[in-house]
């Protein structure tokens, strides 16, 4: 099972773009990697997926190294309303012997100051 | 179309008591999931559902807890004998499906909030 490591916590200025990484060394070949967000006293949301290389979508876009062993969330322009808990999500997938395995990381506090 | 709803949003109970949690997934998702999550914690895997059955049930943390699943739709998840560390907000979550495993993205319901005297 693929475990996560990501900063705790990071600060930013409104206006600016801001990159959280993900590590996971142990990612496995079928694995994909996902982000969600979640603000106090909400579920998470899903914000992007990805396999491999580059994905973008209309909130964010995903970097992903040809070694997969890390990701990296891009959020352009924060503003206030992006502070919030990241989480990225590895092993998402099916297992040979039937076993779904869902772990989160700790998540990353973005604050983002005025 | 309602998103995943969850009841109560808040339980407080007696330790020793049991507890029914109940979720409502969107309507036609096939997976379900139930999560955990203590103050100031990430998220604790506890239960997945593919229709009305539970393929992974490797996160409940003790034979006190126990899920179902019924008519592929409404979960319910219950904890025997609470104990004061069981206080979290439990979440569930659906999806469409699993296709290949493609992972669809979860749907997370509000939460419920559970606090153990």
Redesign the interface.
């Not at chain 1, 006293?41 to 899903?46: E, L, N, T, V």
């Not at chain 1, 039937?98 to 998540?107: A, E, P, W």
């Given at each position: 099972l693929a475990k996560t490591t990501q900063p705790i916590s990071m600060d930013s200025y409104e206006g600016q773009e801001v990159n959280i990484t993900c590590s996971h060394n142990n990612i496995a070949t079928?694995d994909?990697i996902?982000w969600?967000q979640q603000f106090p006293?909400?579920?998470?949301?899903?914000i992007i997926?990805g396999y491999k290389t580059k994905v973008t979508n209309e909130v964010a876009s995903l970097f992903i190294p040809a070694d997969r062993k890390s990701s990296t969330l891009s959020l352009p322009r924060v503003s206030l309303s992006d502070t919030a808990v990241y989480?990225c999500l590895v092993g998402?997938?099916?297992s040979g012997a039937?076993?779904?395995?869902?772990?989160?990381?700790?998540?990353t506090k973005l604050s983002v100051i005025p | 179309g309602a998103g995943v709803s969850q009841s109560p949003s808040n339980k407080v109970t007696e330790k020793g008591k049991d507890v029914e949690l109940r979720c409502d997934p969107i309507s036609g998702h096939t997976a379900l999931y139930w999560y955990r999550q203590s103050l100031g914690q990430g998220l604790e895997f506890l239960i997945y559902f593919q229709g009305n059955s539970a393929p992974d049930k490797s996160g409940l943390p003790s034979d006190r807890f126990s899920a179902e699943r019924t008519g592929g739709s409404v979960s319910t998840l219950t904890i025997q004998r609470t104990q004061q560390e069981d206080s979290a907000v439990y979440l569930c979550a659906s999806s469409p499906s699993r296709l290949r495993g493609i992972p669809y993205e979860q749907y997370f319901g509000p939460g419920t909030r559970l606090t153990v005297t």
């Open positions: 079928n994909y996902t969600y006293s909400q579920g998470p949301r899903f997926q989480y998402d997938r099916y039937g076993s779904y395995q869902l772990t989160f990381g700790k998540g | -």
